[in-house]
């Protein structure tokens, strides 16, 4: 099969390549700092040294099912409703509606007769623009999206420094800094088999600020996600945070797919609620994600130092913006009043 491999390669048509990436790159910016990173924090202090850390976490098995039913309802896979919501995610925190992942593509063509057998690396990383129309509904979005992972796949073989190239960027502009993969690793078990694993697990490292890999482990009915990032851009409780918005909006899209694009949020039930104490404002109708930041605002010019450094870091986080430019737009504190809370 590696001759077969490299045979296949070989046959491969690097203009038509070329022509399929200038095409879905055009007009693409370089990827630029989350909002959510340190040095878009304003925090004092030097700058930390630099080095890789791991936070993992896993869904519940509810919320697990419910994602694969999501998906086997709508003839999706688990793979795009993830990315899908990871790039949400990415959007809000970068402020855009067209962003740029990394992702792993398996480099095996069905194309070669056994190749999936053959033991070797073969992955290939890649862009995958998406591009999030806030009126499309969630499901329509997604399907789109997975259509167009299809049409990408017909092109995994290129080599990622072309498609930088290609895609019209400077030189050593970076096209994505996040990278998104999801493992399906199926295990055969032959219970005759002289000789039989009863444990298997892999160990993997990416070299970029961000990356999150995604899995549901053999035997195990719990979504598995590992976030690596680069310690000097982020804050362990920055990473820890992320998963819980990346929670919220599987969440959302889970309980309504017709949901519009516009109206997801990235904050936690737990974070509305809060937002909205703080606000003392609970309006009785659907509350937008910036209705909630605006009713914020105001509530950031009194409280403890405890509950404004809790609220300016999420309404910083959603709009986008570090917490020195956040701060010019609230308005000078007042005298405390007492007020209570409200319920949705």
Request: net charge negative; with cysteine.
């Amino acid at each position: 099969p590696y001759r077969d491999y490299v045979g296949w390669l070989q046959e491969q048509d690097l203009q038509q390549a070329e022509d399929y990436w200038r095409d879905a790159l055009q007009g693409v910016e370089q990827a630029e700092p989350l909002s959510v990173e340190r040095h878009m924090t304003g925090s004092a202090g030097p700058a930390a040294a630099g080095g890789q850390a791991e936070y993992s976490a896993h869904f519940s098995t509810a919320d697990t099912l419910r994602l694969q039913q999501l998906a086997q309802a709508h003839q999706l896979t688990l793979n795009t409703v993830l990315q899908g919501c990871w790039a949400l995610l990415v959007g809000r925190y970068s402020g855009r509606d067209d962003v740029v992942l990394g992702t792993v593509a398996s480099g095996r063509p069905a194309e070669i007769e056994g190749i999936e057998r053959t033991v070797g690396l073969f992955i290939n990383t890649l862009p995958l623009r998406v591009r999030m129309p806030g009126r499309s509904t969630a499901l329509a979005w997604l399907r789109e999206l997975q259509e167009q992972n299809l049409r990408m796949r017909q092109y995994e073989y290129s080599p990622l420094n072309k498609v930088q190239q290609w895609s019209g960027l400077p030189a050593g502009a970076p096209l994505f800094e996040t990278l998104f993969v999801f493992e399906n690793y199926p295990v055969e078990k032959d219970d005759t088999a002289a000789l039989r694993y009863e444990l298997t697990r892999s160990e993997e490292r990416v070299n970029y600020p961000l990356g999150i890999v995604a899995t549901v482990p053999d035997g195990d009915q719990r979504l598995h996600l590992v976030v690596q990032y680069d310690t000097a851009r982020f804050e362990p409780e920055t990473v820890e945070r992320m998963l819980g918005h990346l929670g919220s909006v599987c969440s959302q899209l889970v309980r309504e797919p017709e949901l519009r694009l516009s109206d997801v949020s990235v904050l936690t039930d737990e974070e509305r609620h809060e937002i909205l104490r703080q606000g003392n404002a609970v309006p009785q109708q659907r509350t937008t994600e910036a209705d909630l930041d605006l009713s914020a605002l105001a509530a950031l010019a009194a409280g403890t130092a405890e509950e404004r450094e809790l609220l300016e870091q999420l309404v910083a986080e959603v709009q986008g913006m570090s917490p020195s430019d956040l701060q010019a737009q609230i308005p000078t504190a007042s005298p405390a009043t007492e007020t209570s809370d409200h319920h949705e």
